[in-house]
């Protein structure tokens, strides 16, 4: 099982990235996918979920009309697009895959350095 985050990078204040995760390994569409960040020195922070077939996005109320989380199922890949970025989004950001049933299956990525700075 394999989630690729890419796309991060160094941006000026306002802005734009455009993160993806390619999965591997597993069932994608079987599962919802999250975006969840981290900043230095700080705890984990969940941005957007999907859920399997696109048709619901969540987002947390700091990222809403800014940022855009997406799925290409027949690519297996997440996207997260990230508009009018603000020095307080710099941070890793992480995909995870969950599935619900009896148990709970949980993928995480390895991370992509997000860095918003003049």
């Known amino acids: 099982v394999q989630l690729v985050e890419s796309g991060g990078g160094v941006v000026q204040p306002g802005g734009s990235l455009k993160l993806s995760c390619v999965a591997s390994g597993f069932t994608f569409d079987d599962y919802a996918m999250s975006w969840v960040r981290q900043a230095p020195g700080k705890g984990l922070e969940w941005v957007s979920a999907i859920s399997w077939n696109g048709g619901s ?5 700091s990222m809403k009309g800014r940022f855009t ?16 970025l ?5 941070a890793v950001y992480y995909c995870n895959a969950v599935r619900w049933g009896l148990t709970v299956t ?13």
């Open 57 to 61: 996005t969540y987002y947390a109320e």
């Open 69 to 84: 989380i997406s799925r290409d199922n027949a690519k297996n890949t997440l996207y997260l697009q990230m508009n009018s």
């Open 86 to 90: 603000k020095p307080e989004d710099t």
């Open 106 to 118: 949980n993928y995480w990525g390895q991370g992509t350095q997000v860095t918003v700075s003049s």
